[in-house]
């Protein structure tokens, strides 16, 4: 009975001790239970239980530094024992690290009120009771940040431009609010402008080279942003042609046989050049498509129609559109002309065929004859404008001569021309 007794007694000491931890326990760990430890003062909080720290602004940086009250021996001796713990109620952003310290960005506005406990390890010289204590933070709305203003485009992002060819660079913007546009250094292409509500660059150049500027963006005087450009305006790309084109009707005349050689220039715009042809060229012709050079010999007659374009490395395009007109070859017809008597005028014409005249090729003057070698019949002359042969003449005779013909390419043809002149008719008799 009596061991029954005691193992009755000893149960029941040992579910009173289990109670009175359970309750010990239950005052450390419910916030307000026991304050105690902590230095508000020094911590720059005003009143206790609740303690009114440092006001906080929403986006700026908050610290506080915890300090416990003495003996606990301050910061330095406590602090390797003590570790912080802070219930419901914790301003959003903010946290405690291990040394005490309420830190961090806060992200929401209010009067946080909340509890911190401070619980001690349970190593030898640590351990003591854990206790808390209330405190309000308030957290006042920060001011917003606005997003940073950058304008583009990269200079990468630039086209070029041509004079006399409209253009347009529209100006970029990170941030959709309303600004001023203006051109703060430098100056654009003269032609271009900036509108000061768009930042559109836009206008017809009327100058090449390139211009530095730079582009100045303002929307208020917190936000502002500016860009460093430059804008090339090249000349406009053009096709000459050689002096052998007429420049009214675009037309080189040549004749069968004699060498053609001749380059249309490309100018402006940036090379290097690329020609394309299109249309027909005169067999024995053939076109250099990397120098814009028709070269070759001219096998047939005709009028031939072509069309060259070029492109530059900027994507200009130029085109021209052109005619070749191919003579037969030059040559004297007549060879034999009619015989004349002595005493009696005696005037012929000598005739040609093929050939390209000086005038139909801009000049005023036509195909150049000349007696090359040998005597003419006395009293006959050779007129050079009419290609005639004119006079009377006063001997009986055959005379051969070479006469020679010039075109407007120097091309030459020569003949022998056969002078026949007779007695004159006897007189009849009465």
């Not at 009327?206 to 936000?223: C, H, K, M, P």
Request: aromatic share 6%; with cysteine.
């Amino acid at each position: 009975m009596s061991g029954t007794v005691a193992s009755r007694v000893s149960l029941s000491k040992r579910l009173l001790l289990a109670a009175v931890l359970a309750a010990v326990t239950s005052i450390v760990l419910v916030p307000g239970a026991a304050a105690g430890n902590f230095d508000e003062e020094k911590m720059g909080c005003t009143g206790e239980n609740p303690a009114t720290c440092a006001t906080g602004t929403v986006g700026q940086p908050y610290s506080v530094e915890i300090y416990l009250v003495p003996p606990d021996g301050g910061r330095g001796e406590d602090f390797g024992c003590a570790t912080f713990h802070p219930a419901a109620g914790f301003p959003p952003g903010l946290s405690i690290s291990d040394e005490g310290f309420i830190h961090g960005t806060p992200t929401q506005d209010g009067t946080f009120q909340f509890y911190i406990t401070v619980q001690y390890d349970k190593e030898p010289g640590c351990f003591k009771p854990a206790s808390d204590d209330q405190f309000i933070i308030k957290i006042n709305p920060g001011v917003p940040v606005l997003p940073k203003l950058t304008i583009g485009p990269e200079q990468d992002g630039v086209s070029n431009g041509t004079v006399g060819t409209p253009y347009t660079l529209p100006m970029t913007a990170s941030v959709a609010d309303p600004k001023t546009w203006s051109i703060s250094a430098g100056s654009l292409p003269p032609g271009l402008a900036i509108n000061p509500a768009d930042g559109v660059i836009s206008g017809t150049p009327t100058a090449s080279g390139t211009f530095g500027f730079t582009v100045l963006a303002v929307i208020d005087a917190n936000r502002s942003d500016t860009k460093s450009l430059s804008i090339t305006v090249r000349d406009p790309l053009a096709i000459t042609p050689p002096a052998i084109f007429d420049e009214v009707s675009s037309t080189a005349h040549t004749e069968v046989g004699v060498r053609f050689i001749t380059s249309l220039a490309a100018t402006g715009g940036l090379g290097p050049y690329t020609w394309t042809l299109t249309g027909t060229l005169p067999d024995g012709l053939v076109f250099d498509d990397t120098t814009g050079s028709l070269i070759g010999r001219p096998e047939l007659p005709g009028t031939y129609r072509f069309g060259l374009s070029v492109a530059d490395s900027e994507g200009r395009t130029i085109a021209y559109a052109g005619r070749i007109v191919v003579a037969p070859r030059l040559a004297i017809v007549t060879k034999r002309l009619r015989p004349g008597k002595v005493g009696r005028l005696f005037r012929q014409k000598l005739r040609s065929t093929g050939g390209v005249a000086a005038l139909e090729i801009g000049d005023v003057s036509v195909l150049a004859w000349r007696v090359k070698r040998g005597p003419l019949p006395r009293g006959i002359r050779f007129d050079k404008t009419t290609a005639s042969f004119v006079g009377i003449p006063v001997k009986r005779g055959t005379w051969v001569v070479m006469v020679e013909i010039v075109d407007a390419l120097r091309v030459k043809a020569t003949a022998a021309v056969r002078i026949v002149v007779a007695a004159p008719p006897k007189p009849k008799k009465r």
